[in-house]
């Protein structure tokens, strides 16, 4: 019997455990729906763990195993809860159409009327005016004839100088052209290189990728300050993470951000260590054993004994990467022994030192989901609301009554948050213990669906870092900025499935970091970009403009 076919008949019995007098019998019924959940869930990953089976045995015998093509039609295992969270925030102002005031009017041509069409009455009223936009694509190739002269006096020559922005055999046009397309279009280097043939320009493969991998010491610095200025400009960072490939290997893409920057890095690892390394803008260098070091070692679970030993060897001391080396070799004579222990031992001290750093700004609040290696670095982690709704998604009862209790739930859910969302446009603390009294009410509910409730005492035990928004109103509610950061790195994995070279990897972050934190603060970035190929330097950096942006907000909002 197919799972449609089983609900369909619950569905028929119309049973109500909670509506039947007999508490016997209703808790009775209770079970058996929660029996038949489980079981129904067993089921499907047993049918999941078969074909997986299946497949390894039709491999083992040289065949194929089952195709995995995916669906045209929306999976019915979607759990994006972005309908919801929409109903309860208030509709975004349509953009006029009219845009006339923003286009820039490079000439102006009469229409004339053809005075002989004109009858003698006729008067002059002035002009109706129709904007066309249009764009010209052409070369502009140029041929510099540098004078020389020899002087047999001082037998030296004298050659005349190219204007200091020339270097190489391409235009800061060309150059900023290939920048745009690879990082703002998304277009492949075989394409670049097409379309700019298409217009006769005639540059190689290898010399577009040095272009874009090469010599791109300045944009490093600039998105380096762009990092600091983002950092420094609120008390709380987004952060979430997507898959990147590099040669072949599967590794992590970091996006940190907030409203004025989105930053990108990709590492091999996604620890506590790695995200420590990004927070702070450069490699570990520190290990504090101070009192919030210790308790951290008593939250990762280590032993008793383990922790009094290193008390006694570095209680109150900061140890450089040697000295911490030499400690975990003390602790772990043998190297093959205690590789996650060791882990931990490094993250409490980096955690430590982090917390105390005074030479680069510490952040205070952390917005993202749940993963473990986001937890615990900062004063302060907030939780996406988002995300934990996603949670309730994943539940797919098949019990008529279930999927009942489970709408139910949601609905005051999101009608909670909605109330969260109109607390931040008037803040109190009146406000504030109302609402954190009905977290707990809420989130203490018992339906009788036991995944349900199990997924409700989730949620309730994550009350702090859910909550973390009555104590600091600016605290976005979900993390989509971040996740549409991560959104255009997948959108450029379509296109270019990975990089080859470290150098290729470190481009691409560095200026997916330039290109959306310009698309945030208003700024071209063909115009950006050509501003510092051309060492022009006409343009304020996105870093001065993130500082502007943020002076200028704090000004509207005290009047």
Known sequence: MNPKSIEQQLESLNIHPDEISDEHISKAINLLFQLIEELYIENEKLKTENQKQRDEINLLKGEQGKPDIPSSK?????????????????????????????????????????????????????????????????????????????????????????????????????????????????????????????????ISPATISRILTKNNELFDQEKADIVLAGISSTRYQQIDDTCGRVRGQNQFVQILCNPYYT?????????????????????????????????????????????????????????????MEQLLEKIFPDPGKGKNLRKRIMEAGAIAAYQQQTDYPTIQILLSDDARQFKLITKWQALCWVHDGRNYKKLHPIVPLHKEKLEKFLDRYWNYYGKLLEYKKNPSSQMAEILSAEFDRLFSTKTKYRALDDRIAKTKANKTQLLLVLKYPELPLHNNDAELGARTQV?????????????????????????????????????????????????????????????????????
């Not at 001082?154 to 052209?177: A, D, H, Q, R």
């Not at 990709?266 to 210790?294: C, M, V, W």
């Open 491 to 559: 959108r450029k994995r379509d296109v270019s499935l990975h990089t080859m070279t470290k150098d290729g990897t470190k481009a691409n972050d560095t200026f997916m970091t330039i290109v959306q934190t310009a698309k945030k603060l208003g700024v071209s970035s063909y115009e950006y970009i050509h501003d510092r190929v051309s060492k022009s330097f006409c343009m304020p950096s996105l870093s001065v403009l993130i500082e502007a942006k943020k002076i200028a907000e704090i000004n509207i909002d005290t009047g």
């Open 74 to 202: 929306k999976k019915q295992g979607d759990i994006s809860s972005e309908n919801e969270r929409k109903k309860q925030e208030p509709p975004k102002q349509k953009r006029s159409k009219a845009k006339k005031h923003k286009i820039k009017i490079d000439r102006t041509e009469i229409c004339r009327v053809n005075q002989t069409d004109l009858p003698d009455d006729a008067e002059f009223k002035g002009y109706q005016d129709i904007v066309v936009q249009g764009i010209i694509i052409k070369t502009d190739n140029v041929e510099y004839k540098k004078e020389v002269y020899y002087s047999a006096s001082e037998n030296k020559t004298y050659i005349g100088k190219l204007p200091t922005w020339v270097e190489g055999e391409f235009s800061p046009e060309i150059k900023s052209l290939v920048y745009t397309t690879k990082h703002v279009s998304n277009m492949s280097e075989s394409k670049i290189h097409e379309f700019l043939e298409n217009f006769g320009i005639y």
């Open 263 to 323: 930053a990108y890095f990709t590492i091999p690892h996604k620890d506590r260590l790695s995200i420590l390394k990004i927070l702070q803008g450069s490699e570990i260098k520190n290990y504090n054993f101070n009192e919030e070091a210790f308790t951290l070692l008593e939250y990762f679970r280590l032993t008793k004994n383990m922790i009094a030993q290193i008390q006694d060897m570095v209680f109150g001391q900061v140890l450089d990467n040697e000295q």
